[in-house]
């Protein structure tokens, strides 16, 4: 089956640091790569996707590039901010559910950003 | 253009009973999907709506049901509650397949 795996928080960088979280996927088919921003006390919101081979997703600064060689869909930002504390997850749609929208998410990636 | 709400905002209940979550979706999104949120075992689905009809199912007991009515509004209804079904119940809409999702702040419920 599907499955989705990032590495394990919480993540802990200084203002302006670079930010790197790791990505990986195990899916049939062709799947659409998804990076979902989750802020205390409220839903997901989508920050970035990419569905095919090759494309970049990105938005705020954020970018991810879909590699189908290595399996990944590593979510980078090169200068965070303190306002980007919050829970990342990394998310995939396989596309052979009859068409729907079913997602499997990876298990998220708590990133505190301090001063 | 008002986002997906969800009620109640936070429900306690006791082992055995049932419950009734509610989601509205933004308007004119047809697609209603649910997700179950847990510490343990993360963000897992349970299933979507899409004109009134489930279109797909994740692997949840048949304990676990829900219903899309005309309007696109949606419910899910859990009964016989265990202590594992304590969780925050995310509600996500979208016009169609594949398109971006929508989620709303989520119901905590809490099984006591």
């Known amino acids: 089956g599907n499955s989705v795996t990032q590495m394990e928080g919480p993540v802990t960088l200084s203002e302006e640091a670079f930010l790197t979280i790791n990505c990986t996927y195990t899916?049939?088919?062709?799947?659409?790569l998804f990076w979902y921003v989750q802020y205390p006390g409220e839903g997901l919101q989508l920050l970035l996707k990419?569905?095919?081979?090759?494309d970049k997703g990105s938005n705020k600064g954020f970018e991810a590039t879909y590699r189908k060689e290595t399996t990944s869909f590593h979510l980078e930002k090169g200068s965070v901010q303190v306002s980007d504390s919050a829970v990342y997850f990394c998310a995939l749609s396989d596309g052979l559910t009859g068409g729907g929208n079913k997602l499997t998410f990876g298990t998220g990636t708590q990133l505190k950003v301090e001063l | 253009k008002a986002g997906v709400t969800q009620t109640p905002r936070y429900l306690i209940k006791t082992r055995g009973q049932q419950v009734t979550l509610s989601c509205s979706p933004i308007s004119g999104h047809r697609s209603v999907s649910w997700y179950q949120q847990t510490p343990g075992q993360g963000l897992q689905f349970l299933f979507e709506?899409?004109?009134?009809?489930?279109?797909n199912k994740g692997n949840f007991p048949g304990r676990f049901s829900g219903r899309q009515f005309s309007n696109s509004r949606s419910e899910m209804n859990v009964s016989t509650l265990e202590l594992g079904d304590s969780a925050l119940y995310l509600c996500?809409?979208?016009?169609?397949?594949?398109?971006?999702?929508?989620f709303g702040s989520g119901t905590q419920l809490s099984v006591l």
């Open positions: 709506y899409f004109s009134e009809t489930q279109r």
């Open positions: 996500a809409s979208s016009f169609d397949a594949n398109e971006k999702l929508f």
């Open positions: 990419a569905t095919k081979a090759d």
């Open positions: 899916a049939t088919g062709y799947p659409s």
